[in-house]
């Protein structure tokens, strides 16, 4: 669903319209103190499905004397067209897709205007892999993205435009399931249906080293907010801990009894959650793999993902079941709320 779905278009007694009274209040307050001819208000939406882009132009409302009619119109007119559905199945699985989802407000110096350009607007489309795309991963400075793939390849590209940097062939033909890129953004770790982990230097490709104490494919992989260790998720049930500078294992955490699906840092290094296909996340030392906790409030199916909130206090976890459930982050993991379709 997009966001502007919930957009609702209002008159201020000046006579311009407006989107939503948030944004609405902003262009006013700006347009009008600070005399500037146009305000651009720009972030990311969340939507389902690839949404053509639209363009929608706003006049005055009519006047008090207009027809009820023409009002009915007029206010008909304010939503823009929005296609849903269709255009994601144009795209293959294989290619990784950069977008902006705008909202742009033009506030005219009389208030005659406003302009509405909704998206998602695609910046461009990386077409490098040869087979379907599993991971994606942002560098810490927001500059290039690592991409995993069914081909076996990790490929590390400009995220201005799109250009491939290098390609990272380590892995052979097995299929790469994780990326992470080192809080200092000097080093890259991807995950393998081999069964290893390869850390390898982030700007030129260069393999550092690789980690082989798992037993099955690694489906996960998560650099400590230090930088000093890395954790894996494997489906050999476990999760294991290990030196990032040299892949010396720390201690392996053996309390799954299904496969790991995922794994993530508490923001203070202290604490792992792990979710895995028994329907729980488990929290535990990462000092020393001692459990703290499990989380079991999901009712059916894999949890497939997992992670903590900046601050440390909560955890969102997502399931097969259909939900994304958020709790305190405490020994207690006391559920606070749970995110499901009606």
Known sequence: M?????????????????????????VSF??????????IIGGWLVIEGLVRPGIQLFGRQPSSAS????????????????????ARRGF???????????????????????????????????????????????????????????????????????????????HASDVVYAVAWSPDGRRIASGSGDGTVQVWDATDGRHVFTYRGH???????????DGRRIASASYDNTVQ????????????????????NAVAWSPGSTRIASASDGQTIQVWDAANGGHVYTYCEHSR?????????????????GSDDGTVQVW????????????SQP
Not at 30 to 39: D, K, R, S
Request: charged share 10%.
């Open 2 to 26: 997009l966001l502007l779905d919930h957009l609702i278009s209002f008159t201020l007694p000046s006579g311009i319209v407006y989107p939503y009274s948030g944004v609405g209040e902003i």
């Open 241 to 260: 801990v290990w030196n990032a500078a040299d892949g010396h294992n720390s201690y392996a955490y053996r309390n799954h009894s299904t496969p790991v």
């Open 215 to 225: 037993s099955d494919r690694v489906q996960a992989v998560a650099w400590s907010p």
């Open 301 to 317: 199916g894999f949890v497939q993902a997992t992670a903590w909130s900046p601050d440390g206090r909560y955890i969102a976890s």
């Open 92 to 170: 293959s699985p294989r290619t990784v897709i950069v977008g902006l989802s705008v909202l742009v407000a033009l506030a005219v110096a009389d208030g005659d205007l406003i302009w509405w350009i909704t998206g998602p607007y695609p910046l461009y489309t990386y077409r490098g892999h040869s087979l379907g795309v599993n991971a994606v991963a942002w560098s810490p400075d927001s500059t290039r993205i690592a991409s995993g793939s069914d081909d076996g390849m990790v490929q590390v590209w400009d995220a201005t435009n799109g250009g491939n940097v290098f390609t990272y062939h380590g």
């Open 328 to 339: 305190d982050a405490a020994d207690s993991g006391h559920s606070c709320f749970r995110y």
């Open 67 to 86: 027809s009820s009619e023409e009002q009915t119109q007029q206010q008909s007119s304010m939503s823009p067209p929005i296609s849903k559905g269709s």
């Open 30 to 39: 700006l347009a009008t103190l600070i005399g500037l001819p146009f305000i």
